[in-house]
């Protein structure tokens, strides 16, 4: 017997990602749209959608994540803006729902994934480490989530080598000039037209620098991750954050 395909909804399916996302569900064996939404679109158009993806905007994807949870809908976000305080917000909303899987990776791309994770490895060799990432100028966060999340890994895996902070003689700076402090790693953002999405992780020791760079060229780059977790989710309960999480690496 031939199983029924996952009725996937697309949230944000008018930007840059939706519509790639869009196209992409409708490509994939296993996998049919069931609905696509934008801004202004009543939530109650998701229908029977079992697994939603999310590409809004920070200040969108709380509210939409708390309609889906309520509902019992998987979700699937790739949409950035994530703190603590969220993620303790989304744990507390599944906790009574023990089937129920929401997946958040700040960036699908299995070269990003990889970056982060030989960022984490290469973190406690190095006296210092900065990161600068480099994204279109329609982006509405900065820095960028991947940037973030990079940042605290480094800075937990500097932090378990017992590291003090890098050496760095600044006394006078204008303002930003350092970038932000994240996880207690310098994170720095660039916005060009041109750009779509890249990060460079760069440490430095005695005598030596190691960078670890990763380039999206196109947004198709994130369409192996988003369907993985789509197919992931269903069977995954609870909150999962990171792709890292999924791949077997
Ligand atoms: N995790 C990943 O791999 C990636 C994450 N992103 C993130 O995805 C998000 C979206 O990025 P883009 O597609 O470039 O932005 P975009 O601005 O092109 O698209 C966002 C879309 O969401 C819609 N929207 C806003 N509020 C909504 C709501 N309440 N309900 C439904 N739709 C709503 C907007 O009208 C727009 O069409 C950003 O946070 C970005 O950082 C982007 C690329 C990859
Ligand atoms: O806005 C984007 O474009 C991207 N956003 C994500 C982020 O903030 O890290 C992922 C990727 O960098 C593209």
Redesign the pocket.
Known sequence: MTESPIRVGV????????ATVVKAVEGAPGLEVAAA?????DLAGLGAAQVVVD???????M??LRHLIAHDVHAV?????FTDERLAELRELLAPKPGLGVLI?????LG?VLAMRFAAQAAKFYASAEVIELH?N????AP???SAHTARAIGEARAAAGLEPGPDATTSEVDGARGASVGGVRVHSVRLPGLV?HEEILFGGEGETLTIRHD?ID?SS?MP??LLAVRTVVSRPGLTVGLENVLEL
């Not at 590409?55 to 994807?61: G, K, M, N, R, Y």
């Open positions: 949230l944000g399916a008018r930007g840059r990602m939706g939404l934008d801004a202004g679109d590409f809004t905007h920070p200040d969108a994807v509210g939409n976000v790739g949409t950035t803006g990776a700040p960036n699908f791309a990003a279109h329609r982006k509405a966060d960028s989530g991947t999405a999206s947004r994130f991750g988003v």
